[in-house]
C-alpha cells in the first residue's frame, strides 16, 4: 500500500493566487515527520518546510504553509499569493521509523504550472 | 553554512561500463549520507545510506554498491552498468539518524543515461 499519496499528478494555477497541494500519508508510528520538498526542472531539491507529528500548530515559512490535519493523516502543502518561479515538480515525504533508524518516504510528486 | 556537491553532473555510459558518482559535503562534521535514485517524472527511491565511514545500508538489491572512505565523502560505483540503472542520482546529508525531525538536504544531483 502507498505510504505517502499525492493525488494530483499536474496542476494549472494562476499568477498570484493561492495553491493548495494535497498529501495524504499512512504509519502506524505515533513519531513522524512531514517534509514538502521544491524540484524545479534544473533537479535539485529544495526543502520548502517541516511538520511534526507531535506539532500542535501548522508549520508555515514565509509563503508556504503545511494544512496539518492528523486524524485525517492529510499534510497539504499551500503556497500563497503564486509567482513565476513557484512552477516545479512537488514531493511530500514521511519521515518514520524503519528498524533501528529514520528513513523518508516519498510520494510521486505533484507538477505545478503557474500561468502568467 | 553547508555545501553538498556532486559531480559529474551529467554522465552518458554504455551498457557494461563501470561507474563512479561522488558527493562531499562541507561545514558539518559525521553527517548521515544518503544515495536516491529518481527515475523521470517519478518519486525518489533509496539506494544506500551511511551514519560514519565505512557503515553503508543498502535499501534495494541491486548492481550498485557505495562505499564512504571519509566523513564527507559518499560513492556510489557500479561493475557493469545496465540499461536500468539511467536515471537521475541524488546525494543528500542529514544530522541526525534516529530522530523523526531530521531534514535531509540535497546536492545538485548526476543524471545518468545508460546506451
Known amino acids: 500500500a502507498q505510504k505517502i499519496t499525492q493525488t494530483q499528478p499536474g496542476m494549472f494555477v494562476q499568477e498570484k493566487e493561492a495553491v493548495t497541494l494535497d498529501c495524504t500519508y499512512d504509519?502506524?508510528?505515533?513519531?513522524?515527520?512531514l517534509f514538502w520538498y521544491k524540484q524545479p526542472s534544473s533537479g535539485e531539491m529544495i526543502f520548502l518546510i517541516y511538520q511534526g507529528s507531535y506539532d500542535q500548530q501548522n508549520a508555515t515559512e514565509g509563503r508556504y504553509s503545511l494544512n496539518f490535519q492528523k486524524a485525517r493523516k492529510s499534510a497539504n502543502l499551500v503556497i500563497s499569493a503564486s509567482q513565476l518561479g513557484d512552477s516545479a515538480m512537488y514531493f511530500c515525504?514521511?519521515?518514520?521509523?524503519?528498524?533501528?533508524?529514520?528513513?523518508?518516504?516519498w510520494g510521486a510528486g505533484t507538477k505545478l504550472i503557474i500561468k502568467p | 553554512s553547508q555545501t553538498i556537491h556532486q559531480w559529474p553532473a551529467t554522465l552518458v555510459q554504455p551498457v557494461g561500463s563501470p561507474l563512479s558518482l561522488e558527493c562531499t559535503v562541507e561545514g558539518t562534521s559525521n553527517p548521515n549520507l544518503y544515495w536516491y535514485r529518481q527515475a523521470a517524472g517519478r518519486g525518489l527511491q533509496l539506494l544506500f545510506y551511511?551514519?560514519?565511514?565505512?557503515?553503508i545500508s543498502s535499501e534495494v538489491p541491486q548492481n550498485l554498491s557505495a562505499s564512504r572512505p571519509q566523513d564527507r565523502q559518499f560513492i556510489l560505483s557500479s561493475k557493469k552498468l545496465l540499461l536500468s540503472d539511467s536515471g537521475f542520482y541524488l546525494c543528500?546529508?542529514?544530522?541526525?539518524?534516529?530522530?523523526?525531525?531530521?531534514?535531509?538536504?540535497f546536492g545538485p544531483g548526476t543524471r545518468l543515461t545508460v546506451l
Open positions: 543528500a546529508w542529514g544530522a541526525l539518524a534516529g530522530a523523526p525531525t531530521d531534514t535531509q538536504y
Open positions: 515525504a514521511m519521515r518514520e521509523r524503519q528498524d533501528s533508524n529514520y528513513q523518508l518516504i
Open positions: 551511511s551514519v560514519g565511514i565505512g557503515q
Open positions: 504509519t502506524s508510528d505515533p513519531s513522524y515527520g
